[in-house]
Each structure stands twice: as structure tokens, then as C-alpha cells.
């Protein structure tokens, strides 16, 4: 029993320390353009998120913006898109890592607003 219990506990630890891929993402319509904007700590979570909304047929579990385009034109329409990656360090805390986020986020919003004009 305590050989089970320590190799929970080592694979929690290894959980941990593994790096995840963090970044700035967006579900977007390919009927209308119309898209979500979003970062997260881990863009596996998110891919995960997504595929299964895809293969479950379930729009309620995308943002709402993006699950209304998804009810009007169907789950196939909706890509995710990975815009860009944060290069994390080491050194990098969690703090340090969702700083980086916020400030990608914003750049990635002014870019996509200017685009738009």
C-alpha cells in the first residue's frame, strides 16, 4: 500500500515540474471571422477543451460568443488557433509566466484590433 501511495506522490511531483505550454490562443469562426481571444497556462487544457466540445457536438463548452457561431454554422467551423507561445524559462515562477500572459494578450488585442480597421 505504501509503494502505491509514494508512487502517486511521485507522479503528482512529476506533474508539477513538468512545463506546460502557455500562450495567448482564439476560437475563431470561419463563417464570419468572428472570434474569442484568450490566454492560458496551459494550451493542452484548452486543445483537450476543444476537441472534445468538437467530438461530443457541444458549443456550450467554447465561449459564448463563439458557441452562438457554433450553433448557427455547426462545430466544424470553429478553429483554435495558437497565436503565440510565452518562452518560459527555469527561472520562471507562475507569476512570472501569467505577467508574460497578460502582456501578450493585450499586444495580441491591440494587433488584432488594428488589423481589423
Not at 492560458?40 to 459564448?64: C, R, T
Not at 478553429?79 to 518562452?87: N, R
Amino acid at each position: 500500500m505504501a509503494s502505491e501511495k509514494e508512487s502517486r506522490k511521485e507522479k503528482i511531483n512529476a506533474y508539477k515540474q513538468m512545463k506546460h505550454r502557455a500562450g495567448v490562443y482564439r476560437f475563431i469562426s470561419k463563417e464570419t471571422g468572428i472570434y474569442a481571444l484568450a490566454a492560458s497556462m496551459d494550451l493542452k487544457g484548452i486543445q483537450n477543451k476543444y476537441s472534445f466540445a468538437q467530438k461530443m457536438n457541444m458549443p456550450g463548452a467554447l465561449p459564448w460568443t463563439i458557441a452562438d457561431e457554433a450553433k448557427k454554422y455547426g462545430m466544424e467551423t470553429i478553429d483554435l488557433e495558437e497565436l503565440e507561445l510565452v518562452d518560459i524559462k527555469d527561472e520562471m515562477t507562475n507569476q512570472d509566466i501569467k505577467e508574460e500572459l497578460d502582456v501578450l494578450l493585450e499586444l495580441w488585442k491591440e494587433k488584432l484590433m488594428n488589423a481589423a480597421e
